[in-house]
Every structure is written in C-alpha cells, then in structure tokens.
C-alpha cells in the first residue's frame, strides 16, 4: 500500500468505470472528465514549416518501427527539432517514457510538440493534456472519444501526418500556414514501416 499526503475517495472512484478507446479496450476508474477540467493548455503555435520538416525528420530516423512495424514510437519536439525518441511496444509506455525523460530532466511542456506513430486515442489525449502539452501529432488515425477529448480540452491534435498531408480536427486555430507545398516532399514508401502492407 502506498500513502500520500494527498486526499483521495479512491472507494468513489472505484464505482465509476469507463471502458476506453484503446486496443482491446481499457479500463479506467474515476471521472476522466474530471482529469481535463484542472488543465489549461498554453496558446502555443504550430507552424505548419516545422510540421513538415519534423516529421521528415521523424521518417529518416533509423528505428525499430520502421524495421518491423510491431511496435510504437513516441517523440518529444519543439518547433522542428526532435528532442527525444521512446518506443515500446505499447504506446502508452512509450507516452510514459516521454513522460519520466521530461520530469528528469525537468523539461518544460507549454512550447512543445508531441507525436506518436499510434491511433489518437482517448488515453493519448488524455496523458498529453495531462502532461500539459498543446499539441498531438499522429501519423496515423483518430477515435471519434479521443477527438471530442481534445476538442473540450482546446489540444491541437492532428492525425494522418503522412509527407504533404495531414488532417486536423482540433484546435487548428493554433496552426499557421507558412509552407509552400510545392517544396515539401511526399512521403517515400521505404519510410513507411515494413510491416504495413497498406499504411492507411
């Protein structure tokens, strides 16, 4: 048993179960509602020239993800610039890795970006609104939870980040237009991962 110095009806908690978004369902116990109320997300920026180049940076990244495909890659960046890489074959232990390198190192959230390879579900909108950054980046697909999560907890999440693409479905106000796309690259298949015969 573990005691903090803080409060908590975990017996309260324990009667509410919400069945999550994530691969063969989760479980959470308590309010998740009640997780994003507490937390207001900075008024930060995406522009879309740091988007493209970041994850052409991401793509050229030797890694596991890309050799096999079974497996999920996460990335702490700010503006273009990949601060660190974790992959696990869960993606919420690769969102934890991010999460324990940045308390470490006391690393502030408010002017950074955070991608994954994974879906954007409900659990990766809630950790990255919990760890207080503005902006979720995916290069694959959304779940209709985790996009109404990150709408009422004002996060910029964009999915289907693939070369000149990308779809986003929340917080766009915080994204600006600054690239010319007849200089942005489409994504080569060599830098899709090797397992996906079909990466859409």
């Known amino acids: 048993m573990v005691r903090t110095k803080r409060k908590t009806n975990y017996e309260k908690k324990l009667k509410k179960k919400v069945q999550t978004s994530g691969c063969a369902q989760g479980t959470v116990f308590g309010d998740l509602m009640e997780a994003l109320e507490n937390v207001t997300l900075p008024p930060a920026e995406l522009r879309t020239s740091w988007l493209y180049r970041l994850t052409h940076k991401i793509n ?5 993800y890309l050799e096999a ?4 890659g996460c990335v ?3 503006k273009d610039r990949p601060l ?4 696990d074959v869960g993606r919420h232990n690769a969102v934890d890795k991010i999460a324990g390198w940045m308390f470490k190192h006391k690393v ?14 409900s659990e990766m909108v809630i950790k990255t609104v919990r760890m207080g950054i503005p ?10 939870w985790g996009v109404e999560l990150a709408r009422k907890a004002n996060l910029t999440l964009i999915g289907r980040a693939r070369g000149k693409r990308f779809i986003a ?7 600006i237009f600054d690239q010319d796309l007849a200089y942005v690259e489409e994504e080569s298949a060599k830098h ?9």
């Open 192 to 200: 899709r991962r090797k397992a996906a015969v079909h990466d859409e």
């Open 69 to 72: 495909g079974a497996i999920h």
């Open 84 to 87: 660190v890489y974790m992959e």
């Open 76 to 78: 702490l960046a700010k």
């Open 108 to 121: 502030g959230a408010a002017d950074k970006i955070f991608y994954t390879t994974g879906r954007l579900t």
């Open 169 to 175: 479905l929340s917080g766009a106000d915080r994204i």
């Open 135 to 144: 902006i979720l980046i995916s290069r694959s697909g959304f779940t209709a």
């Open 60 to 64: 050229m990244t030797p890694s596991l």
